[in-house]
């Protein structure tokens, strides 16, 4: 990894923290536009940095040479060295001035048109087929996660850091969001690329709903809001191995998903029911989501070329 | 870890596009023209995409003609750049100056133009 030598990166304000670093806005000085610099502390080695970490720089290098149109462009990335324990690794990425939050609370009332909402689902599947096939996984899908440009184009960002985060940070407690998280990751069982499939389930409904589906205060308060809708999973369903036992939660059925989504049409019901299948196995892919019916529907007329 | 001050909590609720801590922040006392850490205030770093936190902070007194300090870049630029006609509307009306050039002499027009933003062209030519 190249150390920082020309760096033309100003920060001009914090809009991240997280337990392994600090997310900058900054300003390119040579360009003048500007940049989301991601800062993550790294424990180092007598061997410098390890393997996982420079692992994954070099797969998110390497998914960069695609230029997919649905990701952030990641623009550059160097390594300052702290101490003999800890390296700095810098991220550049390009910076996208709005995200899905605000775009959604922006729509004036009643909201997302059912095209407009089409036209996202179909860009965020589109980014996150490119991603698994690479075997990245996001982890984190939220709307602040999700930009958005002028142009209606939405691009991901944020994703393919979760391995190097969690080898290597130094762990401070923090608030994260638990109303996008599928239930193997509030559960502690395994998990893998069908977790952003449940989370962009979430975010399809609150699409129409403008505002979050699941609003959880803890993991188990989250469990019992997704029973609610989705009924309390069969005995054979629910992970082996996990503390949480199933008799924690009453026994309620699933409710039609139209109490909870009104506005969304019949293919579109069930492709989210697809997306929020308690069984990970069981979920839909994303390439498969962007195979159904949903997307072949009348209303569509832009049928876009390569997104 | 530094102290975050308030004017730090603003500029990034700001940057962040988060409408109700702006203006909680603002009644708390944050002063709307005050620069954070970095020496930037609210506007110059507020989220383009956003214009409930410009209108909140413009409400306020905001100064739209702020340059940046390295590269003399206005929020007007940015808008004009990152294509958010909303945004270059509300920064005009503002008296946001179309005339202010970069470092590079580059009005907002020729960036808006360079990014292929033609409402936006349009808008910032009728002002001529
Ligand atoms: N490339 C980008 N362009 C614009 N904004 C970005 C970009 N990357 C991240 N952000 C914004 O910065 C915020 C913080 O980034 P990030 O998610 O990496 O930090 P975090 O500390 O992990 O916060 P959280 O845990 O809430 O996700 C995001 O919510 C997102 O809105
Ligand atoms: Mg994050």
Known sequence: MAHCTSFPYEPVAEIGGGAYGTVYKARDTESGKFVALKNVRVQTDQNGLPVSTVREVALLKRLEQFDHPNVVRLMDVCATPRSDQETKVTLVFEHVDQDLKTYLEKAPAPGLSSDRIKDLMRQLLCGLAFLHSNQVMHRDLKPENILVTSQGQVKLADFGLAKIYSCHMALTPVVVTLWYRPPEVLLQSTYATPVDIWSTGCIFAEMFRRKPLFCGESEMDQLGKIFEVIGLPQEEEWPTGVTVSRKNFPAVKARPITDFVPEINEQGAKLLMQMLTFDPLKRISALNALEHLYFQDEETSNQDETL | ?128
Request: proline share 4%; glycine share 6%.
């Open chain 2, 1 to 128: 870890m530094t102290m975050m001050t308030l004017q730090d909590d603003l500029t990034t609720a700001a940057a962040k596009g988060n409408t109700a801590d702006v203006e909680s922040l603002l009644r708390r006392g944050a002063a709307v023209n005050g620069v954070n850490r970095f020496g930037r205030t609210a506007v110059q770093v507020m989220m383009m995409g956003s214009w409930p936190v410009a209108q909140a902070l413009l409400q306020h007194g905001a100064d739209p003609n702020v340059a940046d300090r390295s590269t003399r870049t206005t929020p007007l630029h940015d808008a004009a750049r990152t294509g958010f006609v909303d945004m270059v509307r509300l920064l005009v009306a503002a008296q946001a100056d179309p005339q202010a050039r970069d470092n590079q002499s580059r009005l907002p027009v020729d960036l808006a133009r360079e990014n292929g933003h033609a409402e936006v062209v349009a808008f910032l030519e009728t002002l001529k």
